[in-house]
């Protein structure tokens, strides 16, 4: 029986993606969409997710959605679903050539795939590389996030507000997820070279402590790359 799509993913031309979901993937994703847009889609303002209705597309990038949508899926179980809307969010990121959207997916998707590592769902290296890729846009991101935050700051001085009120540095989830993985892997220098790296570009994150520790253990490790007790 063929399946018509309609709302939001038909809009977004998503229908092709949504119907290689499974029918229990396709009906958690749309229950957590009518949980955040529940009252708006009651009133005809917002579309349903996959279904005819009145209103229109949430206010909202299409790579935007769909990484609120796998942020909505908080349980540890529902990590291997999200991974799979992350996948689509960053493909959609990537084709609308929006790094700030980029950066937002690949934040949620490096904590969303460590925390299926640990949980033996995908391996180190599937880890490192979405680290890796959060990395390579790490320097233009930054930028367009302190120039997000310059407009806000500007339109609330506006109002009367102290700029001192709201001096704010981001962390990078990327940077600081890859230098723990390095780090127990015992690649100190590639440790320090990471920290310094992130330092440099403006990130907040513990990296001068970091530094220290990997250059002290560097100091104690023996030609063999053992560390002496």
Same mark, same amino acid.
């Given at each position: 029986m063929s399946v018509k799509v309609g709302g939001v993913i038909q809009r977004l031309n998503l229908t092709n993606w949504w119907l290689l979901l499974e029918i229990e993937q396709r009906q958690i994703i749309e229950g957590e969409y009518i949980f955040q847009y529940s009252d708006l889609i009651k009133m005809g303002e917002i579309l349903p997710l996959a279904r005819e209705g009145r209103g229109d597309i949430p206010p909202i990038t299409t790579a935007g959605l769909l990484d609120l949508l796998s942020m909505r899926l908080v349980i540890p179980d529902m990590n291997p679903l999200a991974?799979?809307? $992350? !996948?689509?969010?960053?493909? &959609?990121?990537?084709?609308? +050539?929006?790094?700030?959207?980029?950066? +937002?997916? *690949? !934040?949620? *998707? %490096?904590?969303?795939?460590?925390?299926?590592?640990? /949980? +033996?769902? %995908?391996?180190?290296? &599937?880890?490192? /590389?979405?680290? &890796?890729? #959060?990395?390579?846009? /790490?320097? =233009?991101?930054? /930028?367009? $996030?302190? #120039?997000?935050? #310059? %407009?806000? %700051?500007?339109?609330?001085?506006?109002? =009367? *507000?102290?700029?001192?009120?709201?001096?704010?540095?981001? =962390?990078?989830e990327g940077y600081r997820r890859l230098t723990m993985i390095r780090e127990k892997q015992k690649d100190y220098i590639g440790v320090i070279s990471l920290c310094r790296q992130a330092e440099e570009q403006g990130w907040n994150g513990d990296w001068e402590k970091r530094i220290a520790r990997c250059q002290q253990k560097l100091v104690k490790m023996d030609i063999n790359g053992k560390l002496i007790k």
């Open positions: 991974l799979i809307i $992350l !996948r689509k969010a960053e493909e &959609e990121a990537i084709q609308s +050539g929006n790094i700030f959207d980029l950066h +937002g997916v *690949y !934040r949620n *998707y %490096v904590e969303r795939i460590y925390s299926s590592y640990t /949980s +033996g769902f %995908v391996t180190v290296d &599937e880890v490192i /590389s979405i680290c &890796e890729k #959060a990395i390579a846009i /790490s320097e =233009g991101a930054f /930028s367009a $996030l302190m #120039a997000y935050h #310059a %407009v806000n %700051v500007a339109k609330l001085v506006e109002m =009367g *507000y102290s700029t001192d009120e709201f001096e704010w540095k981001p =962390g990078h």
